[in-house]
């Protein structure tokens, strides 16, 4: 049974240019979240989806960043003319439809902007 | 608003000898707490989770937790240290969300150092 699966592991982008990080939960979990931890910190929440639908996007900031899950294929985070300031691992997380249970998360994407 | 605070951001233990990573949290209701272990360049783990059961809840590789509602505490403990529990551990509260999802809060992390 193959865990949470993300790619790429490692992502370099100029600063201006997109990013685009996927996301394929374990079988059987409709719930995602994506994470963001910056470097020396602990992880830092940023939305939860379901298919085809986000749920909460508190912690998005407000511009260049979006997520979506859609019927078919992984989860997206996109991140439109990064900045150096982007530079994190951001770690995918899914669980199945009961909120008791607990996450499990991918290995991450570093993403480094030059 | 739920918080959680990792009283230290290193431990340095030797071989065999006891650990204790210190965590305090604070919620306006009954909790779900958490402890994951991250490996260099790795995703996190599960350790063990805490969900209004038995206050003291073992995990995996030995490690168990103890859920203190009076001191608002959910440290970490393993009586031998094992080389391989070199990692950074996250406490971590549970907030619940609509649709049944739950929005993790994380500590700040303690890097652990095993010692030969």
Redesign the interface.
């Known amino acids: 049974n193959a865990g949470?699966m993300?790619n790429p592991r490692h992502l370099v982008r100029r600063r201006g240019q997109e990013a685009r990080l996927r996301c394929s939960p374990m079988k059987g979990h409709s719930?995602v979240?994506w994470?963001r931890q910056l470097p020396e910190?602990?992880?830092?929440?940023m939305v939860?989806l379901?298919k085809e639908?986000i749920?909460?996007e508190?912690?998005m900031p407000k511009e260049r960043f979006s997520a979506e899950f859609p019927k078919e294929g992984p989860s997206i985070l996109r991140i439109q003319q990064v900045v150096r300031g982007d530079s994190a691992a951001y770690?995918c997380?899914s669980?199945p439809?009961?909120?008791?249970q607990?996450?499990?998360?991918?290995?991450?994407t570093?993403l480094s902007i030059l | 608003a739920q918080s959680v605070t990792q009283l230290d951001s290193h431990v340095s233990v030797s071989e065999g000898t006891p650990v204790l990573l210190r965590c305090n949290y604070s919620s306006s209701y009954s909790p779900s707490l958490f402890w994951y272990v991250q490996h260099p360049n790795k995703g996190l783990q599960l350790l063990l989770k805490y969900t209004s059961a038995a206050t003291l809840v073992k995990g995996i590789n030995g490690f168990e937790a103890e859920f203190k509602k009076s001191e608002t505490s959910f440290h970490l403990t393993k009586p031998s240290a094992h080389m391989s529990d070199a990692a950074e551990y996250f406490c971590v509260v549970s907030d619940r969300l609509k649709a049944a999802g739950n929005k993790l809060t994380f500590g700040g992390g303690t890097r652990v150092l095993v010692k030969p």
């Open positions: 949470v993300q719930h979240y994470y910190e602990g992880l830092k929440f939860y379901q639908n749920i909460d508190s912690g770690f997380a669980s439809p009961n909120s008791n607990p996450q499990h998360f991918g290995d991450g570093r």
